[in-house]
């Protein structure tokens, strides 16, 4: 059975780090597109940032420079360091996965989820 687990989560000051890393088990998601998402209360939940089957990336402007996807070549660990933080950035952190190469924003696209991580930054 596909599992993911996110970890590194916890409080920050303004302007400080995080390291937030998924473990994938049960499901080879080498090759296939890998993302982070992060959700507030009541609202939807915004993909940040992906990377497809190729190694390719992307980002959502809100984090594009300070933010950094990136896996293990097996594919078995996702990470996402997360520099200059600020307290927008305060939401739960979801790791997802596909079943292609191809990455999408919308969350209905990914097939498996992590249980999340509450990232907080104070001002």
């Known amino acids: 059975q596909a599992q993911l687990m996110e970890s590194g989560g916890g409080s920050v000051e303004s302007g400080g780090s995080l390291t937030l890393s998924c473990a994938a088990s049960?499901?080879?998601?080498?090759?296939?597109?890998m993302g982070w998402f992060r959700q507030v209360p009541g609202k939807e939940r915004e993909g940040i940032a992906h990377i497809g089957g190729d190694g390719s990336t992307s980002y959502a402007p809100s984090v594009k420079g300070r933010f950094t996807i990136s896996r293990d070549n097996a594919g078995t660990t996702l990470y996402l360091q997360m520099d200059s933080l600020k307290p927008e950035d305060t939401a739960v952190y979801y790791c997802a996965a596909g079943k292609w190469g191809y990455c999408y924003w919308q969350a209905y696209r990914y097939n498996y989820w992590g249980q999340g991580t509450q990232v907080t930054v104070s001002s």
């Open positions: 049960g499901y080879t998601y080498s090759g296939h597109c």
